[in-house]
């Protein structure tokens, strides 16, 4: 894998002074909504796509793109001969794949390149270690739980906003998220939550809702139209179509076997249709042909390791990518892969000499990995795998189950949801006549905590609400605890509330993927160090102990060892207690609103009546997707993709998968189970609003459908009325909330104060109080020390004469009695923060008058945060837009002790200093609350500065100490 040079690389990038992009990764550090795998991610792809110039990675290994001069000076500390030494500082191409073998450890490949390197042609030799491809194609390797979704949605805006900036460069403006057939029905729904992405957790505001209103994102898995249909037989190829030409960036989820690999041969040629006039070509590949007519695509592949299967379906999916490159050159940016095993199913063979075949089973164009184990250790549930040997199906399902529940049968997630248990099995036969009888009659476990889901044969079915609930576990309202599963739920399935794993038998899933079903338990659902349970029989075991070594380079014993918090964190310590620091009063504006119902009953049984009789009379008939007004008149848009402005077909709908989103879309308050007690009903509107085509049914698109979903919610709930009111209430807030500190990673570089002089400010607090020095109580600790010693020499203790306790005069410590409300400060988000604070104590004015000092910029532990409005509408009215949190706190309390007066000081990015939000917010704070408290306190009692970090750190500490003078004074 490439993955390990490509990091040396990217880390002298990151650390160098003309590094780029500091502001935006400053800004994705400080918002703390990425993971660390996330995060390192969209590190690489970046350093890839600007320093690397978006090339080729055979290009950039064959130009000497990640050999370095200390690489070339080391090879003379290498046990080499000297003509493979000379070679190596002279031939790019054989530095680039010597230095791939060495950090690969790949012995045979050195030991050749040693003996045999003048019969090596190596820039073909790196050519056929990367497939032979000649675009840019990177595969990031991520483990299940990881955020991928989220992560291709990062890439998709960050492309964005780099093409806005510059158009002709190395980034896409439209892209394809690509589905292996193997996996369709369980990746692609959770591939749709890339419309969920909030763009404000890696770009400020202002850009990133620009970027999000010009992106449509649309699932191609509509069906062709019937025979007699007079439209184009391709409906997802008219919504391509007219992507082309609508000016609007577009992302599409397409099954990729089913729309892009239909209408090849095994050779990858063209399969024409034969009719009365002979072959045809362009209709039965309108899709392909429209894709291809989207400029500056962007492809992902999730699972990519199926593209490399020895399924033939799959194999031809990367067949057909190389040949439209082939045909569109300038049309592919890039293809990025994902996989959280980066691992072929077969060998690879590369011809390095005549008498050389280099055999791998990695993927070579692994550009980052992040293994399970970090994974587990950093945010995933936590497994206890317990392995059981020669015991039958029923009892291993049953010491399962019982552990099972003395574990989790009362655990319930802070979204309401209850713990689950997945139970595989073989066969639908073994699920309805062993296992169901098992838990319900023999373990006494009710029924309706008991789901079971297969897709049914001729002796045993399942009522149709199944899939509804399988669909809705995540729910708080989901009342099954245990998941029974025949050839579901393994590879790709998202259950986060999903908490333990039982594969009593092999067969219960494929070999190949004990590793991806026992991982299903895993996901994050709160933050914390949470648990899982897997039970395995031993065959299982060895599967997946098998697995875990050859893909993920741990085993099942250092998987139960593994352990959330370890030596690389440090613990957080409060001091409000010892700095007596009283909460902060201040006015709060407070809108109120008054909840007056009109009516008694939600009437819900006659809301969705006059629903469906206001349906009949064709009310919210909408238009149909394209209208004619659209079109330009002087485009060269075909008869085609005029015919789409009759379209009315829309995605396939299904009943149970409505009711989720309805219930989903409620944001919980409608439970599925409310909605199916009207189950007659709203199949009746359902099928008012789609479209019949073969078995299934379409969205008919010619319905304002959103209108519609919206009514349907609203007959669950009693029609009321609003009334507003403004008011500001006297509140207090603690300047810290206790139970929210947590460890953080021990980092020398971003902590402050040191680990030292945290250590010695929390001593010296247990010597002396507040306010008085603290070299007497060091005096008389070494006395007491001295005294103790001395009586423990007398009962025969042979310890040294105890050291004098050294006293710590470092800014930190000096100024602890008016800073630091908790140790220690975490600055990875903000170098300059950091370094305004150290300044900050050090000015004279601040220390000389007793001018406290606290950092407020973690908001996640409660802090002082100012409730912010904005004015807006025909009213004027107040409109919450969020919470404010200033970075820096000035405090002077008066002669009770009390918090007197306080200066909120603002460090802000140059670059986001005229954002509207920003703007907003800091104006609400500036003009409004300031003027509002200070006003009804009868005194100055509250300031606000804004500084921006485009000066030195020192000219602004002037700044601010000019301004602290007057207003304090």
Known sequence: MLYKLVERRKQEWLKSPDFPLHDIFDYIHKTGKLRKPQIEALETYLFLKIEGGNRPLPELLGEGFFTTDKDLDELDDLPISHNLRQLLKQDKAAMGLYQFARLNDLTDLQKEMQENHAEINFQDVINKLFYGISYTDYLMSLPMGAGKTFLIAAIIYLDLYFYHNEPNGNFARNFLVLIPNALKSSIGPSLKNIEKFDPTWILPEEVAHKIQTNIRIDVLDKKKESKNSMRTSNPNALKVMHATHDGFNHVFIVNAEKIILDNYDDNLQEIPKINSNGPKYDRANEL?????????????????????????????????????????????????????????????????????????????????????????????????????????RDEIIRRGVEDFIEKFGDKIYLDGSIAKLAIYCPSIEVLEEEVYP??????????????????????????????????????????????????????????????????????????????????????????????????????????????????????????????????????????????????????????????????????????????????????????????????????????????????????????????????????????????????????????????????????NLSYELEEVYKLVR???????????????????????????????????????????????????????????????????????????????????????????????????????????????????????????????????????????????????????????????????????????????????RDGKNKLNQLMMIETKGKIYEHSPDFQDRQEFVDKEFVKQNNKKFGYEKFNFICLTDDKPVGDQAQVLETRAKKFFH
């Open 288 to 392: 392909r042909s429209s894709l291809s007519q989207l400029p500056q695509l962007g492809i992902f592949v999730d699972e990519v390791h199926h593209v490399h299967t020895s399924d033939h379906k799959e194999i031809k999916l990367r067949g057909v990518i190389n040949k439209w490159n082939e045909e569109k050159a300038n049309n592919i940016s890039y293809m990025l892969g994902f996989s959280g095993t980066p691992y072929l199913p077969q060998t690879n063979s590369v011809q390095v000499s005549k008498r050389m075949t280099y055999k791998m089973k990695n993927i070579t164009n692994t550009v980052y990995h992040y293994p399970l184990f970090d994974a587990i250790e950093g945010f995933l549930k936590r497994p206890e795998i317990k392995i059981t040997a020669q015991l039958k």
């Open 438 to 699: 098992l838990l319900f009659t023999k373990l006494k476990i009710p029924a309706g905590e008991i789901l079971r889901f297969h897709k049914g044969n001729n002796r045993y079915s399942l009522p149709a609400e199944n899939e509804t609930h399988f669909l809705s576990l995540d729910m708080p309202d989901s009342p099954h605890r245990f998941v029974l599963l025949v050839k579901v739920g393994r590879e790709g399935w998202d259950c986060r509330s999903l908490t333990g794993v039982i594969l009593s038998q092999e067969g219960d899933c494929s070999r190949n993927l004990v590793l991806q079903t026992c991982c299903r338990c895993l996901r994050e659902m709160d933050k914390g160090d949470e648990r899982a349970l897997i039970w395995l029989n031993s065959k299982n075991a060895g599967y997946l102990e098998d697995q875990l070594n050859k893909e993920q380079d741990t085993g099942i014993s250092e998987i139960n060892k593994a352990q959330r918090i370890g030596s690389e964190v440090i613990g957080s310590t409060s001091r409000m207690k010892f700095l007596d620091l009283n909460q902060i009063s201040y006015y709060k504006l407070q809108i109120t609103y008054q909840d007056i119902s009109e009516e008694k009953d939600t009437n819900t049984d006659k809301k969705l009546k006059q629903l469906l009789k206001d349906l009949k009379k064709g009310k919210y008939r909408g238009y149909a997707t394209i209208q004619d007004t659209e079109i330009d008149k002087n485009s060269k848009l075909s008869r085609k993709a005029k015919e789409a402005a009759e379209v009315t077909h829309g995605d396939t709908a299904v009943f149970s998968h409505w009711l989720v989103k309805l219930s989903k879309d409620s944001f919980g308050l409608i439970a599925t189970r409310q909605l199916l007690e009207y189950e007659t009903l709203l199949k009746q509107i359902f099928t008012m609003i789609t479209l019949p085509n073969g078995k299934s049914n379409d969205w």
């Open 714 to 892: 609203l007959s669950f709930h009693k029609k009321r009325n609003i009334k507003y009111n403004e008011i500001y209430d006297e509140v207090a807030s603690d300047l810290l909330n206790d139970a929210k500190l947590k460890s953080i990673k021990r980092d020398t570089k971003h902590i402050y104060p040191s680990e030292e002089q945290t250590f010695n400010i929390i001593r010296y607090d247990n010597l002396a109080p507040r306010g008085t020095d603290i070299g007497p109580f060091i005096e008389q600790q070494h006395e007491n020390d001295l005294i103790q010693w001395v009586e423990d020499k007398k009962k025969g203790s042979k310890k040294s004469a105890p050291d004098k306790i050294a006293l710590d005069t470092s800014v930190p410590v000096s100024n602890k009695d008016r800073t630091f409300h908790y140790l220690p400060h975490n600055f990875s988000s903000s170098e300059y923060e950091k370094k305004f604070f150290e300044e900050l104590l050090q000015l004279k004015y601040l220390n000389e008058s007793g001018i406290e000092v606290y950092y407020n910029g973690n908001r996640h532990l409660g802090g002082f945060t100012i409730e912010c409005y904005v004015r807006s509408g025909e009213s004027k009215q107040w409109h919450r837009i969020g919470n404010y949190t200033t970075d820096f706190l000035l405090i002077k």
